[in-house]
């Protein structure tokens, strides 16, 4: 019997084209020990990515993106899981190398799920997704290096996107007085209401920084932007404060020197979310159900279908995406 998938092919003249087909059972990876009835999948850079055939991410075609899914294991080889069991997949590779959840069943590898946390339907897995896992994670490193709410405001950059929302309504919830950067002044309203104590304009952090250390202003921050912005913000960091660095929306390079963290002992954490290990994720996924208010989840999500994919690809690679987009499979 037939489902329905999201299906990227590249043509003949080498562009990259993302429709909705029906494929058979027989399509899905062979290598695969545990198939999932998807029930919701969402929306993030790398998602954007592979449904336009940008950054290589895509290896081989014709292949289904979507590094997120949470569902209903439908069956299973590995005694780890049962038919009827909810279940989260964010990672691995997942929708890159490895057919994934924009479709309406996926087969992976058993090591590469974890249980649906108690507290989260399969709808709020894919709210959080990797945006919200990796936000956590982010939350947790700085935490693990000494940040509290006592040690002043935290900075959170890109804070409109997946991650930033997340990490802003966790770090409000913990009790942190949260500074907000946003290029966009429409989305004030948005984040304050997700529980940024102040809003950041984006252009008072796009400029490189002019010396070494500027004044000490942030005892933490979740950076998405990455570039210049993250120069900047190395030197305005309180002494001994972390910053978690989860992306590159502003580039790659990193234009600063090695003072900030030689006179101020600042720490800068890669958060890295793909390859983490299976109890590090049974941790990050218990605090997720645990302290993310799920009010503030709520008004973070956008929904969509499998046919809204393609636009949506592209609007979240232009920045034009705020929350979470929740996709009902």
Request: proline letters at 5%.
């Amino acid at each position: 019997m037939g489902f329905q998938a999201l299906l990227v092919d590249k043509l003949a003249d080498g562009q990259v084209k993302a429709m909705v087909t029906t494929l058979e059972d027989g399509a899905l990876p062979t290598e695969g020990n545990v198939t999932v009835r998807v029930e919701y999948s969402t929306v993030n850079y790398k998602d954007g990515l592979c449904i336009t055939g940008g950054g290589g991410l895509v290896r081989s075609y014709p292949h289904v993106p979507g590094i997120d899914f949470a569902g209903t294991v439908e069956a299973s080889d590995d005694a780890r899981y049962k038919p009827g069991d909810k279940v989260v997949l964010t990672g691995w590779r997942v929708g890159e190398t490895w057919w994934g959840g924009y479709a309406e069943k996926a087969r992976v590898k058993a090591d590469w799920l974890v249980p649906l946390p108690a507290g989260l339907t399969t709808r709020q897995a894919m709210a959080v997704g990797t945006a919200g896992f990796t936000a956590m994670l982010a939350v947790m490193a700085l935490e693990a290096h000494g940040l509290a709410p006592a040690k002043g405001e935290v900075l959170v950059t890109g804070a409109a996107g997946g991650v930033g929302s997340v990490a802003t309504a966790i770090l409000a919830k913990r009790g942190y007085a949260v500074a907000a950067v946003t290029g966009r002044p429409e989305q004030e309203d948005y984040l304050k209401g997700l529980g940024a104590s102040r809003i950041v304009p984006r252009a008072e952090l796009a400029d490189a920084p002019t010396r070494p250390l500027d004044r000490e202003t942030w005892a933490g921050c979740v950076d998405n932007v990455g570039g210049t912005m993250l120069a900047r913000v190395l030197s305005q960091m309180k002494y001994n404060g972390s910053v978690a660095a989860v992306g590159l929306a502003g580039g790659a390079n990193l234009p600063t020197t090695v003072i900030p963290f030689l006179l101020r002992g600042v720490n800068l954490l890669g958060i890295d979310s793909v390859m983490k290990p299976y109890a590090n994720r049974i941790i990050a996924w218990k605090r997720i159900a645990e302290e993310l208010p799920l009010d503030k989840l709520e008004a973070m999500i956008v929904p969509a279908k499998l046919h809204d994919l393609p636009e949506l690809g592209k609007a979240i690679l232009a920045g034009q995406i705020r929350g979470r987009v929740v996709v009902e499979i």
